[in-house]
T-cell receptor, first 113, second 118 residues
Framework: QKEVEQDPGPLSVPEGAIVSLNCTYS??????FMWYRQYSRKGPELLMY????GNKEDGRFTAQVDKSSKYISLFIRDSQPSDSATYLC?????????????FGTGTLLAVQP | GAVVSQHPSWVICKSGTSVKIECRSL??????MFWYRQFPKQSLMLMAT?????????EQGVEKDKFLINHASLTLSTLTVTSAHPEDSSFYIC??????????????FGPGTRLTVL
């Protein structure tokens, strides 16, 4: 079993739609949960991170973590064509500088104008 | 924000040759750098973690004699793929992290290097 599972998609939505991206994880010891956006042939960039359970909002993006079900989500409101990218969830045991990130496979999102 | 660069961005080499990839943190000092490999439509897989001035820690299944990592300064790490073969063709991405007072230390990723071995 992979430590982090993510539906690879692709997911195609019309402009303005609400997008829901999800991951599950297996290790209850994970504490930090991240969402990265990766454009084609580029390195990932951090969108948001959440510590433990709860919600976090940043503009059109909302991250949710439910540790009881080991489920993490990213919601994108009013999606734009510029949001078209691969979205990777990631987690780590701790926030320290040497703690390694464990990534999901990424979901390819296409927002159609 | 913090910027991490990689060079080259794209390299093609013949089977059996060695290739060096550089990773630089441009506006901060990175105490820890990470090297990842990403195959098409797959996730980033951590290859190794390196701290400045010490030997890299390799993940299980990664050959340390084939993938040589040097982290000689707080702003530069290099990955050398020795005796490259076609199966080493992949997208190699580095990231850099700085230890700080906050509880979470973000990794900043480079733009990646696409290696094609003929």
């Amino acid at each position: 079993q992979k430590e982090v599972e993510q539906d690879p998609g692709p997911l195609s939505v019309p402009e303005g739609a609400i997008v829901s991206l999800n991951c599950t994880y297996s290790n209850s010891a994970f504490q930090y949960f991240m969402w990265y956006r990766q454009y084609s042939r580029k390195g990932p960039e951090l969108l948001m991170y959440t510590y433990s359970s709860g919600n976090k909002e940043d503009g059109r993006f909302t991250a949710q973590v439910d540790k009881s079900s080991k489920y993490i989500s990213l919601f994108i409101r009013d999606s734009q064509p510029s949001d078209s990218a691969t979205y990777l969830c990631a987690t780590t045991l701790g926030g320290g500088a040497t703690n390694k990130l464990i990534f999901g496979t990424g979901t390819l999102l296409a927002v159609q104008p | 924000g913090a910027v991490v660069s990689q060079h080259p961005s794209w390299v093609i080499c013949k089977s059996g040759t060695s290739v060096k990839i550089e990773c630089r943190s441009l506006d901060f000092q990175a105490t820890t750098m990470f090297w990842y490999r990403q195959f098409p439509k797959q996730s980033l897989m951590l290859m190794a973690t390196s701290n400045e001035g010490s030997k890299a820690t390799y993940e299980q299944g990664v050959e340390k004699d084939k993938f040589l990592i040097n982290h000689a300064s707080l702003t530069l790490s290099t990955l050398t793929v020795t005796s490259a073969h076609p199966e080493d063709s992949s997208f190699y991405i580095c990231s850099a992290r700085v230890a700080g007072p906050t509880s979470y230390n973000e990794q900043f990723f480079g733009p990646g290097t696409r290696l094609t071995v003929l």
